[in-house]
């Protein structure tokens, strides 16, 4: 997201229940690196860029990002969200391993920590806006697209409390001033799951509706569009028909869907899916945070790439991942399956596993990787051992080619955040069709079913995985569908929330964390052994919603609902 705007201004800002002042005397200067109220409140291009800045929020914790502020969810971040899940294991911790090993509480949520308030400083910030925009000078047609993001990203906030929390306190267009009552109750009624989804959905409606079909041109590239509001929607809506939240019907999340693919404007990227995350943009892209050489984030070549090249190992993908991926004749690796060889598990496997995941004999910057030991380059046996991947594995989506993996800084990092591809839409529409009409019915107002979503995914070019077979059931194609999130999306911070709303997490999320010994033998073959990679790793009910900050309970005088177990 192309946006460079370093806007702090005297408004109360700070999360829901943290006010501060600006009270005056006569020793206060006016700092050179803020904006004062009424400059925002009557200058146009300056409110603007404050409207753009919300897309951003404030960094609240060591290592979020690096160079420029977190956007959504958590990004591109030293520990990614894939590492609070069975997708990968951050190498170095960083507050993530208490996550794994079921340790959250109220007064230590590690690397998931700052949800809670970053969010509800981003709804003032968003209610601030909206009661701002009826006093600038601009015209009507530019007033309601700024209306529209605003919208826009107040929804995308709640989405993302309700995804994390379940039940939220709803601010409506409230501003919270200094004179006002912060002990009332209703600042801190958490309402249903039900009425939470159905405001936020509300709002991403009404976004769509005064949003551009296209973010190109004179439109900054990586703002909201129709479509993003309308994807953005439908994933909410999916959310709600799922089993943890029982908060609305399958019927409706197929409609939401729908909705974004009747756009036409849409279509999956045939130019390889590993290259698709590397470039700035595409048809599949709707919404997604573009990064310019003045707004570095994290080098993600240093900070995941393997030992023996100078890397960091970062998220390193597990074996449970690993096993996700099917081989090309469209059945699972195991040995029951002609096409797989125990001596060369990685052969034959699904394109999308050597664009995902770095393994031993994988072809990466001028050599192979090897992962082996003894001796191999990017084994403990390899140079800055230290940063040896405890799985055995390391990641490749994401990773630029053309970018240094060593002394990157200032030139790598460029790549793009995609928050939304029509997989996704297709996905979602393909989960609800398939639980509201079958696998085969064409579901009311669509022109493809189920099966057909999945399989154009699965055809895309670089891709060109089987067709799910003919005739399959709707248990099947459940089981079909999950699976197919889980290499389509991997990475990109689905995975967490997936498990939870189908209720599997805690079988998912309390198996081993998986790794791979891999020992080179005398006349050259491998020998693979299976190992933990880290211990103790836990689930339990509570954890299908964090815990709310133990600071906001008592910030509210304990009038805020602590969620179950916590």
Same mark, same amino acid.
């Given at each position: ?6 806007? @702090?201004?005297?408004?109360? /800002? ?65 520990? +990614? ?8 294991? %951050? ?44 006093? /600038? ?62 405001? $936020? ?22 703002? $909201?569009?129709?479509?993003? $509001? ?7 809506? &999916? ?6 939240? #029982? ?13 974004? +693919? ?31 050489? #003045? ?31 099917? &081989? ?28 995902? /995941? ?41 990773? #630029? ?58 055809? !895309? ?15 099947? +194609?459940? &089981? ?14 689905? !995975? ?15 198996? @081993? ?11 050259? *073959?491998?020998? %693979? ?17 964090? @815990? ?6 008592? *910030? ?11």
């Amino acid at each position: 997201m192309k946006y460079n705007y370093k806007l @702090p201004v005297f408004i109360v /800002i700070g999360s829901l229940f943290t006010l501060g002042s600006c009270k005056k005397d006569f020793l206060e200067t006016t700092a050179t690196d803020r904006i004062p109220t009424n400059t925002l409140e009557t200058d146009s291009a300056v409110f603007e860029a404050f409207v753009t800045n919300g897309y951003i929020g404030t960094r609240l914790q060591d290592k979020e990002a690096d160079g420029t502020n977190p956007g959504f969810g958590r990004g591109f971040e030293y520990s +990614m969200a894939s590492s609070f899940t069975d997708e990968s294991l %951050y190498n170095n911790d960083d507050n993530t391993w208490m996550v794994q090993r079921g340790q959250l509480a109220p007064e230590n949520l590690g690397a998931l920590g700052v949800l809670w308030g970053r969010s509800y400083r981003s709804i003032r910030e968003c209610n601030y806006a909206l009661s701002v925009l009826a006093k /600038i000078d601009m015209s009507a047609g530019h007033k309601r697209m700024l209306e529209g993001e605003i919208k826009f990203i107040r929804a995308f906030r709640y989405l993302d409390l309700i995804r994390n929390y379940g039940r939220v306190v709803l601010m409506g267009d409230r501003v919270l001033g200094l004179n006002d009552n912060l002990q009332d109750p209703s600042l801190f009624k958490r309402e249903t799951i039900k009425e939470g989804i159905d405001y $936020a959905a509300a709002q991403f409606a009404e976004a769509a509706e005064k949003l551009p079909q296209d973010n190109g041109g004179n439109w900054v590239s990586g703002r $909201a569009t129709k479509g993003a $509001a309308l994807a953005l929607r439908g994933r909410l809506l &999916l959310y709600a028909a799922s089993p943890l939240y #029982n908060a609305g019907t399958w019927a409706d999340a197929v409609t939401a869907s729908q909705q974004v +693919m009747s756009l036409n404007k849409y279509a999956l990227y045939q130019g390889g899916y590993g290259n698709m995350f590397l470039i700035n943009e595409s048809d599949e892209a709707i919404f997604q945070r573009l990064y310019t050489r #003045n707004a570095n984030h994290v080098h993600m070549e240093i900070a995941n790439g393997p030992n023996g090249y100078g890397g960091w190992a970062g998220n390193t993908p597990m074996q449970n991942m690993v096993d996700a991926y099917q &081989l090309t004749n469209g059945l699972p690796a195991n040995t029951s399956n002609p096409l797989y060889n125990p001596a060369n598990p990685y052969a034959n496997r699904d394109p999308r596993f050597a664009a995902t /995941i770095l393994y031993n004999g994988a072809p990466y910057r001028g050599r192979n990787v090897e992962t082996f030991i003894p001796g191999g380059k990017d084994s403990r046996d390899g140079q800055d051992n230290w940063n040896t991947s405890k799985t055995g594995y390391y990641l490749k989506k994401y990773m #630029n080619d053309a970018y240094p993996l060593q002394n990157p800084w200032g030139n790598a990092g460029f790549q793009p955040w995609i928050y939304i591809r029509y997989a996704e839409v297709l996905l979602n529409f393909a989960e609800a069709s398939n639980e509201a009409y079958g696998p085969q019915a064409v579901a009311p107002g669509s022109s493809i079913s189920a099966v057909q979503a999945i399989n154009m995914i699965r055809a !895309r070019q670089g891709v060109n995985m089987p067709a799910l077979p003919a005739g399959i059931n709707q248990t099947d +194609m459940r &089981l079909a569908i999950r699976n197919e999130r889980q290499v389509e999306l991997a990475y990109e911070e689905h !995975r967490f929330y997936d498990v939870r709303r189908w209720q599997i997490a805690a079988v998912t999320e309390n198996e @081993p964390a998986k790794g791979i010994i891999i020992t080179k033998n005398s006349n050259g *073959t491998f020998t %693979y052994t299976p190992k933990v990679a880290l211990d103790g790793r836990r689930f339990e009910t509570k954890h299908y919603w964090l @815990p709310i900050p133990r600071s906001e309970i008592l *910030t509210s005088n304990n009038q805020l609902e602590q969620n179950p177990g916590y």
